[in-house]
C-alpha cells in the first residue's frame, strides 16, 4: 500500500531565506509524486510532479523537489522564500486501491513567511 | 476558460436539511473526484468516477450520493445533513490517472 507523511505541520520562515519542506513516501513500485498548493480560501494548484524522468524536478515560482529513492523522499525546497508562498503544502503519492489509481495526500505543511 | 467549476461557493443550512452541489469540467478529463476537506486542512477522498461509472468509494455514509450524469459533471447530493459535514468539499478531474486538477471548493457549514 502507498502512503505519504510530511514531517513538519508548520514551517517558518523568514522572507529571502530558503524554504524546505519534508515529504516520505511509501510505495511498493516506482510511484508518481506531486506537491500541491492550496492558498487561504482557494482550489489546490499543482507545483511539480515526479514521473520517473529526471529525479530533480523543477516546479513553478521557483521551487523545485528532489527524488531520493534510497531516502523514500520527496523534499519541496524554494531558495528564497517570498511573502506570497505564505500557504498550505500538500505531498501526494499516486497508489493503487481496489484495481484503480488514486492519489493519496499527506496531512499538509502550512508555510508561514515573515517578513 | 478551462477549467473545473463547482457550484455553490457556500452553503449554510440547517441540520436535517438535504442539499446538493454540482461539477463540472471542461477539460475533456475521464475521471472525476469529489474531496473533502476538514477544518484541519486533511483532505479525504470520498468518491471517484471514471466515464460515469462509480470506481472509488471511501466509506463514506450512504447519506451523501454521488451522480454523474456524464463523465463532464459529477453532483454529490447529501441527505439529512449533520454538524460533522461541515468542511469544504472539493471536486478535482484528470486524465489516465495524471495530475489533478481542482475546483475552487464548496464551502458547507451545517447550524
Known amino acids: 500500500a502507498q502512503s505519504v507523511t510530511q514531517l513538519d505541520s508548520h514551517v517558518s520562515v523568514s522572507e529571502g531565506t530558503p524554504v524546505l519542506l519534508r515529504c516520505n513516501y511509501s510505495?511498493?513500485?516506482?510511484?508518481?509524486l506531486f506537491w500541491y498548493v492550496q492558498h487561504p480560501n482557494k482550489g489546490l494548484q499543482l507545483l511539480l510532479k515526479?514521473?520517473?524522468?529526471?529525479?530533480l524536478v523543477k516546479g513553478i515560482n521557483g521551487f523545485e523537489a528532489e527524488f531520493k529513492k534510497s531516502e523514500t523522499s520527496f523534499h519541496l525546497t524554494k531558495p528564497s522564500a517570498h511573502m506570497s508562498d505564505a500557504a498550505e503544502y500538500f505531498c501526494?503519492?499516486?497508489?493503487?486501491?481496489?484495481?484503480?489509481?488514486?492519489?493519496?495526500f499527506g496531512a499538509g505543511t502550512r508555510l508561514a513567511v515573515h517578513p | 476558460d478551462t477549467a473545473v467549476s463547482q457550484t455553490p461557493k457556500y452553503l449554510v443550512t440547517q441540520m436535517g436539511n438535504d442539499k446538493s452541489i454540482k461539477c463540472e469540467q471542461n477539460?475533456?478529463?475521464?475521471?472525476m473526484y469529489w474531496y473533502k476537506q476538514d477544518s484541519k486542512k486533511f483532505l479525504k477522498i470520498m468518491f471517484s468516477?471514471?466515464?460515469?461509472?462509480?470506481?472509488i468509494n471511501e466509506t463514506v455514509p450512504n447519506r451523501f450520493s454521488p451522480k454523474s450524469p456524464d463523465k463532464a459533471h459529477l453532483n454529490l447530493h447529501i441527505n439529512s445533513l449533520e454538524l460533522g459535514d461541515s468542511a469544504v468539499y472539493f471536486c478535482?478531474?484528470?486524465?489516465?490517472?495524471?495530475?489533478?486538477?481542482f475546483g475552487e471548493g464548496s464551502r458547507l457549514t451545517v447550524l
Open positions: 468516477y471514471n466515464n460515469k461509472e462509480l470506481i
Open positions: 510505495s511498493s513500485y516506482s510511484p508518481s
Open positions: 515526479y514521473t520517473s524522468a529526471a529525479t
Open positions: 477539460l475533456g478529463h475521464d475521471t
Open positions: 501526494v503519492v499516486s497508489g493503487f486501491s481496489g484495481g484503480y489509481n488514486k492519489l493519496i
Open positions: 478535482a478531474s484528470n486524465l489516465d490517472w495524471g495530475e489533478l486538477f
